[in-house]
């Protein structure tokens, strides 16, 4: 079957590509930026920032075989967990430190005198 003008009628490309996955590119960035906003919390902040690191990784591959289209926010959700995995492990030392050396709580209360 052919057009009145002899060119014969294409495929239509974008009917037959599943849609974009982009769900775990921006799962991820969210998962990130909560861990880095809740650091204090360490309990919270560190799984949060895991998760937004590991869905990131997921989503960036995806990105990389043309599943999704979101690999920058994917990259960011890495980056950005990265920085709250640091930081909570960081906050965590402390006060895992903290808890295992009560005495220096106790000289910072008294003024630094025994």
Known sequence: MTASWGVPPQPWSWQLRE?????LGIA???FSISGLVLWLIAFAG???SAAGV???AVARRQA???T???GGMALAAIIVGAIGV???AIWLAVIIYLVLHPDLLNEAESGGSR
């Open 54 to 56: 590991i869905c990131g």
């Open 86 to 88: 640091l930081v909570s």
């Open 46 to 48: 560190l799984p949060l």
């Open 68 to 70: 999704a289209t979101n």
């Open 19 to 23: 849609p974009a996955r982009n769900g």
């Open 28 to 30: 991820g960035l969210v």
């Open 64 to 66: 990389r075989r043309g």
